[in-house]
């Protein structure tokens, strides 16, 4: 029997349809159009404007959309790992909701959290269930709905994020295709660069950690921006040696959309010519744990079996690393 390789077999995604523009952001707060897409490269992102729709929603969603694509039953579903960092609630799983809500009743489900490279962890996990041989179809899910930790008066941040969310599907793969090697990283030194201070268990809820606006994502602009520059090119650039590949190898860069900078930084640092590297951050800015699939939904098209594409995320922690991964299909 040959090795068992876990393949990525269908992908889904969901964005919400209220679209938040450079030029709508002007009238919020000290900032314009020409700055934020010099120094990030975002031109609008979705917002999911429900106040009573949480990750949840958006999940659910996605994952409706991979089902219906690629016409499977919820019920063969073995497992689904739900990648975020909003759940919609403390303790109880987001995970375990969207399974159920999405008829995956068969599967058991958890969420995973590594900030902004949550979907890439959640890459390795799903492949590391489906290579032991004993489950069949994982689910991997990547959601956020950034817009519930964004303080809408701080310009550093407000520009960046966005909601949305993606998906895909790990079934075994026979032929040598699917994860071929990963390169995952993390250093606690971060931790203070980009966080929540506040509503965890170190710096519980208070009025006044509510007054002083403590439960909104902040962050050391210039410190994160160093150490994801660093790292999630040094992080491409080892996946690249340990496997003997050259740029003219790799088909396609699958990069975490945080910051256009950061991208060209990484591509640059693998020598790789600009088409075959993938943004979408102008239409939808930092989605977090859903970046990574929301480009493989948008250029799905793109890709043909057999293709080398090199996934890299850098996150909060820090967090970061690099897959590599050979496409299993090409799209019906």
Not at 128 to 148: N, P, Q, T
Request: hydrophobic letters at 40%; glycine letters at 8%; a negative charge.
């Amino acid at each position: 029997m040959n090795k068992i390789t876990a393949a990525i077999t269908a992908v889904g995604a969901y964005v919400p349809d209220f679209v938040l523009t450079n030029q709508v952001l002007e009238t919020m707060v000290d900032t314009n159009d020409e700055w934020i897409t010099s120094r990030t490269g975002i031109k609008e992102r979705r917002i999911l404007k429900d106040a009573d729709k949480g990750t949840s929603y958006l999940a659910i969603k996605a994952a409706q959309d991979l089902i219906a694509k690629a016409n499977i039953d919820p019920l063969e579903i073995d497992m689904v790992v739900m990648a975020t960092a909003t759940p919609d609630m403390q303790v109880s799983a987001t995970g375990a909701y969207v399974a159920t809500q999405i008829g995956a009743t068969n599967a058991f489900a958890y969420d995973l959290q590594a900030a902004c490279s949550s979907f890439l962890y959640g890459m390795s996990t799903a492949a590391a269930y489906i290579e032991s041989g004993r489950y069949k179809k994982v689910l991997l899910i990547g959601a956020d709905k950034m817009s519930s930790i964004v303080d809408y008066t701080d310009r550093t941040t407000c520009i960046i994020f966005g909601d949305g969310a993606g998906a895909v599907l790990f079934e075994p793969n026979y032929e040598g295709l699917g994860l071929q090697d990963e390169y995952l990283r993390s250093d606690g030194v971060g931790r203070d660069f980009l966080k929540i201070d506040a509503g965890g268990s170190l710096h519980p809820t208070t009025i006044q950690t509510i007054e002083e606006k403590r439960h909104s994502i902040r962050q050391d602009g210039k410190t994160v921006f160093k150490y994801a520059v660093t790292n999630m090119a040094d992080a491409s650039e080892q996946i690249l040696k340990r496997n003997n590949l050259t740029n003219e190898d790799v088909n396609f860069l699958v990069p975490h959309q945080a910051n256009k900078r950061i991208i060209d930084a990484t591509a640059s640092r693998m020598n790789l010519e600009e088409s075959k590297v993938l943004m979408n951050i102008e239409r939808y800015g930092n989605t977090t744990s859903a970046t990574l699939p929301l480009v493989l939904n948008d250029f799905e098209h793109l890709f043909k079996k057999g293709d080398t594409i090199i996934f890299a995320a850098f996150g909060g922690g820090f967090t970061w690393g690099s897959i590599y991964l050979k496409w299993a299909y090409d799209k019906k």
